[in-house]
């Protein structure tokens, strides 16, 4: 949409002054407030411009204007052509003592994103086919209970629990340890290897089967569902309006689903630019209020996950647009010492 610099300055600070204050922007409160060096009638003729754009909108009878979907979605693409920008206050995020533990990493990182903007914070974890197995246990608790347990590079530890109808030679237990160890070890999990390793025809049928016992918590690894680490869902409700609560309801609602967050963050993943979708650009009837803002992180070469902040569309863009990208690039250090070790 080509609009003249008088009508992006104009839009601009109706953006910025509702956020702010939260109530219609007229002509009056632009001239007084933004120092903008023309007249109020001027003003209100370029507002009712911006209006026929469909750029801005005036709720019931008042005179003042508020952004639509896609007035904001014109303002936050300028926002996104600036130089980056960090955000107005420090982001108290501090991964050095976190060891190789992505999980406490992610955690961390969303409760300090949800403290600097006051916005519900959302960090997907690597999926876990890209993790790296770092050791593998298969442990005899009882003659017909088997126990294994496997760690992972990013700290990750799971376990699954295995019971046979008859005792399970002990020799068998240590053999496959060994061999899982052998063949998994420092590799990073996926179909083909999994195929490899449980299928190979250099073994016995006998090792085959008791493999084939033990091949559910391996499947499960790489087929789980994303981990997904929410903060700060108490502090974004004061950012909603009383009109808007319902739709920090369906937020909620959407979180536990997890569906359609989920796509997005997984579409997002192709590119190293923040992103940002407004309102109807989600794609959830049931989030329509609701803004996205977020940025991928992960290696040199590829993304792992993302760093996301969710909130009303009435929400300080610039501000959340520059927490993102500064979460993103310490995660990504981060994950570089754990990925690249």
Partial sequence: MDL???QRQILALVVEEYVSSGQPVGSKTLVERSGINVSSSTVRYEL????????????????????????????????????????RASLELDLASVSNEIDL???RTTEALAQLTHLMALVTAPALETTVVRHVEVLQ??????????????????KRLFVFGDPVDARLVGWSADYLNETLG??????????????????????????????????????????????????????????????FRRLVDALEQRASLLDLMRQSLV??????RVGAEIGDPALERVSVVGHAYG?????????????PTRMDYPAA?????????????????????
């Fill in 186 to 247: 420092g590799e990073r999990l996926g179909a083909r290897l999994l195929r490899q390793c449980f299928e190979d025809t250099g073994l016995t049928a006998r090792e085959r089967e008791f493999l084939a016992e033990l091949r559910p918590a391996f499947e499960d690894l790489i087929e789980g569902p994303q981990n997904v680490f929410v903060g700060g869902a108490a502090d974004v409700l004061d950012e909603f309006r009383s009109e808007d609560v319902r739709a």
């Fill in 271 to 276: 590119s190293r630019r923040p992103f940002v």
């Fill in 48 to 87: 009712a411009e911006l209006e026929d754009l469909g750029l801005l909108t005036h709720p019931h009878t008042s005179a003042g204007r508020i952004p639509t979907d896609s007035g904001y979605r014109y303002y936050v693409d300028r926002v996104l052509e600036r130089p980056d920008a960090r955000p």
């Fill in 299 to 311: 290696l040199t070469n590829r993304n792992l996950g993302t760093v996301s902040l969710i909130g």
């Fill in 4 to 6: 003249s610099s008088r």
């Fill in 141 to 158: 608790l009882q003659p017909q209970v088997v126990v294994v347990v496997v760690i992972t590079q990013t700290g990750g530890v799971t």
């Fill in 321 to 341: 647009i520059a927490a993102v990208r500064l979460a993103a690039t310490e995660l990504s250090r981060f994950v570089e010492d754990i990925y690249e070790a």
């Fill in 105 to 107: 990493a992610l955690q």
